[in-house]
Each structure stands twice: as structure tokens, then as C-alpha cells.
């Protein structure tokens, strides 16, 4: 790591500069402004599928260079964390050579393509005791973390129940085309939503013991590239609805649909509890409800997120005033350059990821073999 007169650096190679990647750029640009983090992250490499559009993206977001070899970017001394930001298929080769350089690696969501190769991936970075990162954003919103205090307090009493969805509608036309979301390896709305889903549920309630499944495939064949008029069969699932069994008992349900027509981030659950209930929608995600029994005066009541629910402050010194998406990625960057500088872990880490693939390949198993399956 470089030193300069002010704070150490750190070295970030990003794989991959669409959607996501442009979100983690902005995060590493922006975080050490915002958070009294160890380390300033200094944009050093950015990989995609050619060396062009590296370049292009490179200069578009900051970074000193591009290349088109992700391979080339790992060997890159002057890389000291991953960010993997690239289609799912590429996670595990990319992960396993960074592993072996010793780098941190922070992976996007889902961790792989199946559960099998998920564990390899974990065994390796644990073994190497490399620092891991799954994005998992979505947990980093204050007013989750909020929620789990209150389960944990035992304010809304023992819990009985979740009823958990991801919907969404960017696959609900059946002209959209086939994408790397639809590739039958690892593909389908329950592995691209439904993990975000389990994640959250584990987060909040602990492991799923149990699970019961059906998937549905809604539009049976879609272009093959976009604008084409070739067509190709879907063979993943664009909506699951799933139930579950938690391993303390509670039971519950969840939906992945990312063909759900008028739901842009529904991002959303209800928990029961015997003495309150509380509920979450990520597109109200400045917002958690707490439901109180007082007699006479029983309901939800709106708590609004604000500085009292850290790290909320560090945006912003009034309530009201609302984080937004990318600001959950810049929380997800400070406590990944913390972890990286040897602070405490930060999670979820590639095992726990792991176990929300595990989870995703049981439900698909569950809907194939028509049965409960104990995960
Ligand atoms: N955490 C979240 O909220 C969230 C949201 C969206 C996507 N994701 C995840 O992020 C990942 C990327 O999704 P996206 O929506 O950004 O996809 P995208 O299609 O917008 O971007 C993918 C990028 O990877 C590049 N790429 C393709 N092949 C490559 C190669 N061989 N080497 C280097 N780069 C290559 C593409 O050119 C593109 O720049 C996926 O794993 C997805 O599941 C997470």
C-alpha cells in the first residue's frame, strides 16, 4: 500500500463497469469523504470484456487505467482489493486467482453460479484468510439494522412469523432479452432477487431449516440479444414463491418475481410477533414500521430513518432528508475498507453467501422434486 501525507491508500481493481460497477466506483470515490475510514481507496484498474470498453470506462469513472484482462488486473500490484462487478459466471475464476494473490475480494451478489462451487469458493478464501465481501447491500440500510434490534430486544415478543418478496418488473415484457440473468447456469429471478430476499430473512431471523418451493416460467422464450428477432427458450424461473421453516421455529413464505408489473423495488417484508410486527419496503426505505398493541391506539406507527440511526448521520445532519440506493453501497465500502485494514469482520462474507446459495438451490431442488427440503 502506497502512503501519503495524509491517510494510507489502497488499491481497488473493479471487474465489470455496468450497473453495478458504476455503483461501487461511486462508492470508492466518494466514501473516504463521508467516513473517517482507515484507508483512502485510490481507483487504480478497471477490467471489462475488451480493452476499449475498459478504457472508455475507465476514464468515465475515474480510474488511472483499463484493460481488458480481468487476469491482468489481478496480477496488478498496484490492486489490493477486488471488486468483482462482472457477469455471475465470472465470480468463481476471478475469485479463485485473486484468493491466490492474496487480495481481499468483494463479489457481487449471487456469490456463483451454484451452491457447489460457492463452497469451493469459500473454502479457499477461508484457508487463505483473504478479507471477503458479498454485496449484499440492501442489510446496510440503517433502518434494517434498526429492525434487528428490535427482534433482538424481544420488543415485538417472540416471533412468529416473516413474509418476505423481491419484485420487481425489468423481465415482465417478454421482449426483454436473454442475459446473463437468464443463463440456465445460475440464472433466474429466485438467484438474482430472491437471494437479496434471503439474505435479508437470515440477517433478521437466523438460518432456514426447511423450505418448500414452486418456480413458474412466465414468458417461455425471449430474444436472444436485444432487438433481435431470433428467439430462445427461458429455462429459468421468472417468479418462485417459496415457504420456509426457520431453524428457530418461526415460519413463513417469500416470492422472487422479477416479472411483478408495477413494482419497481418491492424489496419488501411483514414480521409477526407475538406482542408487535414490523414492516419493511425498500421503496419506502427510509421508513420502517413498528406496529404497537397500546389498547385504543393499536397500529404502525412510521419511524422516519435520521441521524439517530447510524450511519444515517454521515450523509446527512437531518432526519427527512433521505439515503438513497448508492448511498447503501458507500456503507457497504466503509465497513469493507475497515475489515481490509484489519478490523472487525464485516459480512456477509463468502460462507454466509454460500448459505443464501445453499438456500436458493434447495428451493429450486424443492420445486423439482415437488417435496419439502431440509437444507
Ligand atoms: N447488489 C445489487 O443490488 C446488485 C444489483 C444489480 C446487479 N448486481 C450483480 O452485479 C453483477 C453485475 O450486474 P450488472 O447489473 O452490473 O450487469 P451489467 O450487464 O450492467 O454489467 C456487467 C459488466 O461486466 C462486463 N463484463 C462482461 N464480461 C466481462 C469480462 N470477461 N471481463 C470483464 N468484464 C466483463 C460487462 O461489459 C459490463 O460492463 C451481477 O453479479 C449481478 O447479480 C447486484
Known amino acids: 500500500m502506497a502512503q501519503d501525507d495524509k491517510r494510507a491508500s489502497v488499491g481497488i481493481g473493479l471487474i465489470g463497469s455496468g450497473f453495478m460497477g458504476r ?142 418478496r423481491h419484485a420487481e418488473n425489468y423481465m415482465a415484457n417478454s421482449e426483454v432479452a436473454h ?52 428467439r430462445a427458450p427461458v429455462e429459468v424461473d421468472d417468479m418462485t414463491h417459496a415457504l420456509l421453516r426457520f431453524e428457530n421455529g418461526v415460519s413463513g413464505s417469500l416470492e422472487a418475481n422479477w416479472a411483478a408489473t408495477a413494482r419497481t423495488m418491492d424489496l419488501s417484508w411483514e414480521i409477526t410477533g407475538t406482542k408487535g410486527a414490523l414492516g419493511f419496503s425498500q421503496e419506502q426505505m427510509n421508513e420502517l414500521l413498528l406496529w404497537s398493541a397500546t389498547p385504543g391506539r393499536s397500529g404502525y406507527t412510521r419511524i422516519e430513518a435520521g441521524p439517530a440511526h447510524p450511519p444515517y448521520g454521515a450523509f446527512c445532519p437531518a432526519p427527512g432528508h433521505h439515503l438513497g440506493f448508492n448511498d447503501l453501497k458507500v456503507i457497504e465500502v466503509a465497513e469493507l475498507l475497515s475489515a481490509h485494514a484489519g478490523g472487525p469482520a464485516c459480512g456477509p462474507d463468502f460462507r454466509e453467501a454460500y448459505e443464501v446459495q445453499r438456500a436458493v438451490e434447495a428451493m429450486q431442488q424443492s420445486h423439482a422434486d415437488r417435496r419439502w427440503i431440509t437444507l
Open 23 to 164: 455503483c461501487h466506483a461511486n462508492a470508492f470515490r466518494s466514501v473516504a469523504g463521508l467516513f473517517d475510514v482507515p484507508l483512502e481507496p485510490r481507483l487504480n484498474v478497471l477490467a471489462d470484456a475488451s480493452d476499449e470498453l475498459a478504457a472508455q470506462a475507465a476514464q468515465a469513472l475515474g480510474f488511472v487505467r483499463g484493460t481488458g484482462s480481468w487476469q491482468e488486473l489481478v496480477a496488478d500490484e498496484a490492486v489490493d482489493i477486488v471488486a468483482i462487478t462482472a457477469p455471475n459466471v465470472l465470480h468463481a475464476p476471478i475469485a479463485h486467482a485473486a484468493i491466490a494473490a492474496g487480495k481481499t475480494v468483494y463479489c457481487e451478489k449471487p456469490l456463483s453460479t451454484t451452491a457447489a462451487i460457492a463452497l469451493e469458493m469459500t473454502e479457499a478464501a477461508e484457508a487463505a484468510s483473504v478479507v471477503t465481501l458479498v454485496g449484499f447491500n440492501f442489510l446496510r440500510n440503517p433502518m434494517i439494522k434498526l429492525a434487528r434490534e428490535i427482534i433482538a430486544s424481544g420488543e415485538i415478543g417472540e416471533v412468529t412469523g416473516f413474509r418476505g
Open 179 to 230: 442475459s446473463f440473468r437468464t443463463d440456465p447456469q445460475g440464472g433466474g429471478a429466485l438467484a438474482d432477487i430472491g437471494s437479496h430476499i434471503i439474505s435479508m430473512a437470515r440477517y433478521l431471523l437466523g438460518p432456514i431449516a426447511e423450505v418448500q418451493a414452486d418456480c413458474r416460467t412466465i414468458h417461455a422464450t425471449r430474444p436472444v440479444a436485444p432487438g433481435a428477432s431470433e
